[in-house]
C-alpha cells in the first residue's frame, strides 16, 4: 500500500512539474507574440523621446517668432520673422504657413507651403520677390539641419550625425545637454556641436519644431571668422499671431559691417544722427581687419542709392590714409527727398595693392526724414 501511495504521490508531482513547464512555455510563447505585434507600445516610445527631426512637436494653429542673422542676406542684418502653421494640407502634405518678416520697420509677406517631411518651403509656396532673400535665409538658418535630420530623425543622444562638406573639422553630433534661455522663455535643450575653426552651436528642444537657438561661423582660413548664421526664438503660441506694422526704425551712428568674405570690417559714422531732408548730413568711414584692428592706406568708394538704386552720390578714390575718413575729407550730403536709403563702401585698395577681382563691400541701409516725420530708433 506504502509503495503504490509513493507511486501516486511520484506521478502527480512529476505531472505538476510537466505542468508549470508547459505554462512557462505557454507564456514565453504569448509574450513574443505581443512583442512582435505591438514593439512600439512596449519600446518605441521611449525611443521617440530621443529622437528629433526638424518639424517634431509641430501642430495647427502654432506660431514661432524668430530674431535670425543670415550672412548672405543683408549684409548679415539682422530681421525677424514670424511662421504661422495655419493649417496642414492633407492631400499635398504640407503645412499652409503664412509668414511675416520685420526688416527694420519694413513689413513683408507670403505664405510658406512647408513639407511635412523636413518643413522645406516647396515651389508652390506664395512667395513675393520681396520675400525671395528671407526664404533663402530660412534654408540656410532655421531649417539647416533638415540636410541631417529630416523626418523621422535621429537620436538625441547619437555619436554622429553628419559631417558638412568642408575638410577638416569635427562632425556635427549632440554634445550634451543644458537650459538656454531667450526672450521667449527658458528652454531644455540639447546642444548639437561642430568644430571648425571655432565652436558652432545648435540648441535643440525634443518636442519644438525649429531650434530654439544658433550660434554658427563662416569657414575661413585666418582671423576671426563672421557669423554665418544665428537666431534665436522671440516668441511662440498658440492662435493667429499679431500681424506686424510697419514702422520706419533708424539705425543708430556708428554701424559697424563685415564685407561678405570677412576679411574688412566696415564702421559707418554719420551726424546728426537722425537724416533729414534739406539738412546736411556728414559721412565718415573707419576700416578694420578681420581682427578689428585699423587698416592704413586704405582707397575706397563712397556711394548712396536711393530705394529705386539711383545713385545720389557716387565718389570714387576717396582715401584713408590711417585707415578713417580725414576730417577735411568729411563727405556731406544734402538730401532732397524722404525714403529708404543704402549707403555703399567698397574697398578699392590697401597699402597701394588693389582689390582686382575680389569686391569687399558692406551695403548699410539707412533712411532719411522728411521733415516733421517721426520714427522709432
Not at 505554462?23 to 505581443?34: D, E, H, I, R, T
Not at 523636413?118 to 512667395?127: H, R
Not at 526664404?135 to 535630420?149: D, G, H, I, T
Not at 525634443?206 to 563662416?218: G, L, N, R, V
Amino acid at each position: 500500500m506504502n509503495l503504490v501511495c509513493g507511486i501516486i504521490i511520484v506521478t502527480i508531482r512529476g505531472k505538476e512539474r510537466y505542468l508549470r513547464n508547459i505554462s512557462l512555455v505557454l507564456l514565453a510563447a504569448l509574450l513574443m507574440v505581443a512583442l512582435t505585434k505591438t514593439p512600439f507600445s512596449l519600446f518605441g516610445n521611449v525611443y521617440a523621446q530621443d529622437v528629433w527631426y526638424v518639424g517634431k512637436g509641430a501642430h495647427p494653429n502654432m506660431y514661432v517668432t524668430y530674431k535670425i542673422q543670415d550672412h548672405d542676406t543683408n549684409q548679415g542684418q539682422p530681421f525677424t520673422m514670424t511662421i504661422y502653421l495655419k493649417d496642414f494640407d492633407k492631400a499635398h502634405n504640407y503645412w499652409i504657413a503664412p509668414v511675416f518678416v520685420n526688416d527694420q520697420g519694413e513689413i513683408i509677406n507670403g505664405t510658406f507651403h512647408l513639407s511635412d517631411l523636413d518643413l522645406t518651403a516647396l515651389g508652390s509656396s506664395i512667395i513675393p520677390p520681396a520675400l525671395l532673400p528671407y526664404k533663402n535665409a530660412y534654408k540656410n538658418s532655421l531649417q539647416w539641419l533638415a540636410a541631417f535630420v529630416p523626418k523621422p530623425g535621429q537620436s538625441l543622444t547619437a555619436q554622429y550625425w553628419g559631417k558638412i562638406a568642408a575638410i577638416g573639422g569635427s562632425p556635427i553630433a549632440p554634445s550634451g545637454t543644458g537650459t538656454v534661455t531667450t526672450p521667449a522663455g527658458s528652454f531644455p535643450t540639447s546642444i548639437i556641436t561642430w568644430h571648425k575653426g571655432v565652436d558652432n552651436n545648435v540648441w535643440i528642444n525634443k518636442d519644438f519644431p525649429y531650434p530654439i537657438k544658433a550660434q554658427t561661423f563662416a569657414d575661413v582660413t585666418t582671423g576671426n571668422p563672421p557669423v554665418q548664421y544665428a537666431f534665436d526664438l522671440q516668441a511662440t503660441g498658440q492662435g493667429q499671431p499679431p500681424i506686424p506694422k510697419s514702422v520706419v526704425e533708424l539705425p543708430k551712428s556708428p554701424l559697424t559691417l563685415q564685407t561678405a568674405r570677412g576679411t574688412y570690417f566696415i564702421k559707418l559714422f554719420w551726424e546728426p544722427e537722425t537724416i533729414r531732408t534739406n539738412n546736411v548730413t556728414k559721412f565718415g568711414v573707419q576700416f578694420m581687419d578681420n581682427t578689428q584692428n585699423a587698416v592704413s592706406g586704405v582707397s575706397y568708394s563712397f556711394k548712396i542709392m536711393d530705394a529705386n538704386g539711383t545713385s545720389i552720390v557716387d565718389l570714387h578714390d576717396q582715401k584713408a590714409p590711417d585707415g578713417i575718413t580725414p576730417i577735411e575729407n568729411i563727405h556731406k550730403v544734402k538730401f532732397d527727398k524722404p525714403g529708404p536709403i543704402t549707403a555703399r563702401v567698397s574697398v578699392d585698395a590697401v597699402g597701394g595693392n588693389p582689390m582686382g577681382d575680389f569686391v569687399e563691400s558692406s551695403d548699410f541701409k539707412l533712411v532719411v526724414l522728411g521733415s516733421g516725420q517721426n520714427a522709432t530708433k
